[in-house]
């Protein structure tokens, strides 16, 4: 029997789960998984993750005392809850867990920073090494800058919210870890703005990760490529052989279940021969390509806005919940009585 394209990809690629269920983790079986504040929201509104936001509420409510405001209890508790999904991903895969920072400080480099060593110290505390975590930074100006800072610190960052070869070649040159160019989003752009379909090679998606891939590999930078946000195998099938591709369980299903052979795409060796021009990226060369390129433009502030709305709707519903075990906590008081 031939082997599936998922298990053709994995001899190729690293494979990332995309997701912030620890269910779907154990049955994929990744090594390394990464989650962002939507995959948190949505996965907290399932009954069986509903006792761990329980736990990381009341140990906010804890640390901040009695008389703390259910609203400040919630907004320290959503910082907590992604390091605690996090810890529980690392006793599943072997590798390392992407967890984000706060995308309401994109634009300020000092609250990231802060941020970002908050998350390793709340990992640190719990036993988890620094080299099990990257931490996840829009791909702004000032994000670039602040995981400069940190990967000479010795904390790990993983570039999300990337579209553009500028902010590929910044985050290189900053040296972090590794960046994760959305695929998928930039499809949706094209689509929308041309009115036209894209499939396989021709998908813009794909020719930007493609591009660069080949950019990194061409000038032997360290910083790896992780394509994310796929929305169909095609995307996968036509990246094969990227450093790391972080993908749904939904997408991962279907690669299990197709037999196909599954061609190598991306080579560093292809890489080398290329002829591609050098980039220098300052600030000012990077504001000036950021304006040129409308999708990298509007992807990236529509995807901090995106984060930040999660974000907001995940304090919503930790102040809901903390109103309710108070609620429950009085019940049971009276009950006693």
Same mark, same amino acid.
């Given at each position: 029997m031939s082997k599936s394209q998922f298990e053709q990809l994995r001899a190729m690629t690293v494979i990332v789960a995309d997701t912030g269920e620890i269910q779907e983790i154990e049955k994929i079986k990744p090594q390394d998984a990464t989650t962002n504040p939507s995959l948190i929201t949505t996965a907290v509104q399932l009954p069986q993750? +509903?006792?761990?936001m329980d736990e990381v509420l009341l140990a906010a409510k804890k640390k901040l *005392? $009695? $008389?703390a405001k259910d609203k400040d209890v919630a907004n320290l508790a959503f910082k907590g809850l992604a390091v605690e999904f996090g810890k529980r991903i690392l006793k599943i895969v072997p590798g390392r867990v992407s967890t984000e920072v706060d995308a309401r400080l994109s634009y300020d480099t000092d609250a990231t920073l802060s941020q970002a060593r908050e998350i390793i110290q +709340?990992?640190?505390a719990a036993g988890v090494s620094k080299d099990r975590v990257l931490i996840k930074i829009a791909s702004t100006w000032e994000g670039i800058r602040a995981a400069e800072v940190l990967e000479k610190e010795g904390i790990h960052c993983n570039?999300? @919210?990337l579209f553009g070869i500028h902010q590929a070649v910044a985050a290189a040159e900053a040296r972090a870890t590794l960046? #994760?160019?959305?695929?998928g989003r930039i499809l949706d752009w094209y689509k929308k703005d041309t009115g036209k379909d894209y499939q396989g090679a021709d998908d813009p998606g794909v020719q930007s990760v493609t591009n660069i891939y080949n950019y990194f590999k061409k000038f032997d930078y360290k910083t790896v490529v992780m *394509?994310? #946000?796929f929305r169909n195998i095609g995307e996968i099938q036509h990246l094969a052989g990227c450093d790391l591709l972080t993908i749904a369980?939904? @997408?991962?299903?279907e690669l299990e279940a197709t037999q196909a052979d599954l061609p190598r795409q991306l080579d560093p060796a292809k890489s080398k021969t290329m002829q591609i021009e050098k980039l220098v990226i300052d600030k000012s060369t990077f504001d000036k390509m950021h304006a040129e390129n409308r999708m990298a433009h509007d992807k990236l502030k529509e995807g901090i806005e995106g984060f930040s709305a999660a974000l907001e709707k995940l304090e919503s519903l930790l102040a809901k919940r903390l109103a309710e075990l *108070?609620?429950? +906590?009085q019940q049971t008081v009276g009950a006693a009585r």
């Amino acid at each position: 029997m031939s082997k599936s394209q998922f298990e053709q990809l994995r001899a190729m690629t690293v494979i990332v789960a995309d997701t912030g269920e620890i269910q779907e983790i154990e049955k994929i079986k990744p090594q390394d998984a990464t989650t962002n504040p939507s995959l948190i929201t949505t996965a907290v509104q399932l009954p069986q993750y +509903q006792p761990i936001m329980d736990e990381v509420l009341l140990a906010a409510k804890k640390k901040l *005392g $009695g $008389g703390a405001k259910d609203k400040d209890v919630a907004n320290l508790a959503f910082k907590g809850l992604a390091v605690e999904f996090g810890k529980r991903i690392l006793k599943i895969v072997p590798g390392r867990v992407s967890t984000e920072v706060d995308a309401r400080l994109s634009y300020d480099t000092d609250a990231t920073l802060s941020q970002a060593r908050e998350i390793i110290q +709340q990992y640190a505390a719990a036993g988890v090494s620094k080299d099990r975590v990257l931490i996840k930074i829009a791909s702004t100006w000032e994000g670039i800058r602040a995981a400069e800072v940190l990967e000479k610190e010795g904390i790990h960052c993983n570039m999300t @919210l990337l579209f553009g070869i500028h902010q590929a070649v910044a985050a290189a040159e900053a040296r972090a870890t590794l960046i #994760s160019p959305f695929v998928g989003r930039i499809l949706d752009w094209y689509k929308k703005d041309t009115g036209k379909d894209y499939q396989g090679a021709d998908d813009p998606g794909v020719q930007s990760v493609t591009n660069i891939y080949n950019y990194f590999k061409k000038f032997d930078y360290k910083t790896v490529v992780m *394509g994310a #946000s796929f929305r169909n195998i095609g995307e996968i099938q036509h990246l094969a052989g990227c450093d790391l591709l972080t993908i749904a369980p939904k @997408l991962i299903e279907e690669l299990e279940a197709t037999q196909a052979d599954l061609p190598r795409q991306l080579d560093p060796a292809k890489s080398k021969t290329m002829q591609i021009e050098k980039l220098v990226i300052d600030k000012s060369t990077f504001d000036k390509m950021h304006a040129e390129n409308r999708m990298a433009h509007d992807k990236l502030k529509e995807g901090i806005e995106g984060f930040s709305a999660a974000l907001e709707k995940l304090e919503s519903l930790l102040a809901k919940r903390l109103a309710e075990l *108070g609620a429950n +906590q009085q019940q049971t008081v009276g009950a006693a009585r």
